[in-house]
């Protein structure tokens, strides 16, 4: 009897096999004979599920944004306010515990900024859309808690450059990214915040 494989499956576990070798050997330097062995597989087996190492690279960064998503949802569904947790969500990616994936989405701009493939935009677009659902849900929270103003939903774009802007211009100049999320935020919310009358 024929073994059944889970293909989507198998590709999950290859990618979850890779992530540490990934984040220590970066996207330019992996290889897909380092994929293969870290995988316990032949190349040839990674070529039945991949493409090319872009598709592996995509499908372990899609890993790690699935990972970075959840800790979105939790940071929605506590407590604090849509000032709180829009600071959490900014300052995320900035964390001591997440240098090394700010370190290979750093990667990711520089390969997409000089050579992006068709795949690449495609990639990059669909992590971007997935990231403005989730911070316009964490808005519209914030709108029907009535803590900011309606409008607020209209700044999500700009608060999405603003992040990966930040990403790049913490490294150039080494600026304090945390100290620039609050800076900035502190001057968003001097507009977009519903005052208490008096």
């Not at 989405?105 to 068709?118: D, H, K």
Request: negative net charge.
């Amino acid at each position: 009897m024929a073994i059944i494989v889970d293909k989507d499956q198998k590709r999950r576990n290859i990618a979850l096999s890779c992530e540490a070798l990934l984040l220590q050997k970066g996207i330019k330097n992996l290889t897909i004979a380092e994929i293969a062995k870290t995988a316990g597989v032949g190349k040839g087996t990674i070529y039945e599920y991949f493409k090319n190492k872009d598709e592996i690279v995509f499908e372990i960064i899609t890993l790690f944004i699935d990972q970075h998503q959840n800790r979105l949802r939790d940071i929605i569904a506590e407590e604090k306010s849509t000032k709180t947790k829009l600071y959490d969500f900014l300052a995320l990616l900035h964390l001591e515990s997440e240098k090394e994936h700010l370190k290979l989405y750093r990667e990711f701009i520089a390969i997409s900024l000089q050579s992006a493939t068709p795949e690449m935009v495609a990639f990059s677009t669909k992590c971007h859309i997935s990231f403005v659902e989730t911070v316009q849900e964490l808005i519209q929270v914030g709108i029907d808690k009535r803590e900011i103003i309606p409008q607020s939903l209209g700044l999500v774009n700009t608060l999405m450059i603003y992040g990966t802007g930040l990403v790049v211009e913490a490294k150039l100049i080494h600026a304090d990214a945390l100290r620039q999320i609050e800076e900035m935020l502190d001057n968003w919310f001097k507009i977009i915040e519903i005052k208490e009358e008096k």
